[in-house]
Every structure is written in C-alpha cells, then in structure tokens.
C-alpha cells in the first residue's frame, strides 16, 4: 500500500491529526498534515486560529533554509496524532491548507518510512498494513481514510 501522498512532489508521508483549542476542547478540527522531518516545530493553518479561537501566546524566532530569521507568534492547542494525544502543544501558524508535523511531535513517535519503496508490507492475515517492523509491545500500520492516509503508531518502547 503506498503511504505516501502523491500530490507532494517528491511524494510525501501525511496523516490526520485533530487540532483542539486547549481552553474550550470541544472546538477542534481533523485535518491532514504533511510529516515533516526537517520542521522543528509544528504548524497549522492560520485559519484554523479564528475557528479555534486561539491566540497567541509567546514568540518564537525562526529560522528559514536561507539563514533568514523573523519572529513569529505562538498558540497553544491539543493535538492527537494517532495513538499520541499531547494536551498543550506550542505550534506556530502557516499558510498552507494542512498541518505541518514537526520533529517536536515526531521524536515522540516511532516511525519507519520505506522512501524507496514508498510502501508498507502487509502484515499476514490482517487488513492492515506495518510500517515494516515489528516492535516487543506494540507496532505501526496505515489505513486508507479517503483523500490521505492515517498513520497508527505504536508508543509504547521495546
């Protein structure tokens, strides 16, 4: 099964994450995000700030590919990804239509992508698909939910 999403060039890993106000939870939204290895630091759509009504809450200097720095304002939201639900999450905002997972979610996950295959292997007699490893107390597989791909991970260590 490919896990990747085509529409990226060169393909790329998304999963669904819902985004939630920490103040009021019952205000949040599911979406897709792009996992993003090289991001420090997640992001979420700047539309997503009025339809959680969320506002800032410090700053934060970044840092660009081009060594140009701008300081931007952060928000505090719930994010859960998968098994992993973080109750307050410090995120920046982004122009884009999905979420940006960054390695201070990431490096909490276990995760193993096949770029060059781009695929997972079956795991026998099941429908579900592993992310190629099997761990002691847990593992990861994928499932096709419509236009993305969720990713289920295992946080648990071996």
């Known amino acids: 099964m490919n896990v990747y999403d085509v529409t990226y060039d060169p393909p790329a890993p998304v999963a669904e994450v ?4 920490v103040v009021n939870r019952r ?12 991001s420090d630091i997640t992001a979420i759509p700047y539309t997503l700030l009025d339809a959680l009504q ?7 200097q970044l840092e660009g590919v081009e060594a140009n720095t701008r ?10 990804i998968v098994e992993l639900s973080i ?11 999905f979420a940006v997972v960054g390695r201070d979610v990431l490096n909490r996950l276990y995760l193993l992508l096949n770029g060059p295959e781009q695929t997972y292997p079956k795991v026998p007699g099941t429908s579900r698909t592993t992310a190629g490893c099997l761990w002691r107390t847990g593992f990861a597989w994928i499932e096709s939910a419509g236009d993305f791909v969720r990713v289920f991970f295992s946080v648990n260590k071996p």
């Open 18 to 21: 819902t985004v939630a106000s």
């Open 87 to 97: 109750p307050r999450l410090e995120v920046i905002e982004s122009g884009l239509d």
């Open 71 to 80: 300081v931007v304002p952060t928000y505090a939201i719930q994010l859960t």
């Open 54 to 60: 969320l506002y800032p809450i410090g700053q934060l």
């Open 27 to 38: 205000r949040r939204r599911s979406l897709p995000a792009l996992l993003d290895t090289g």
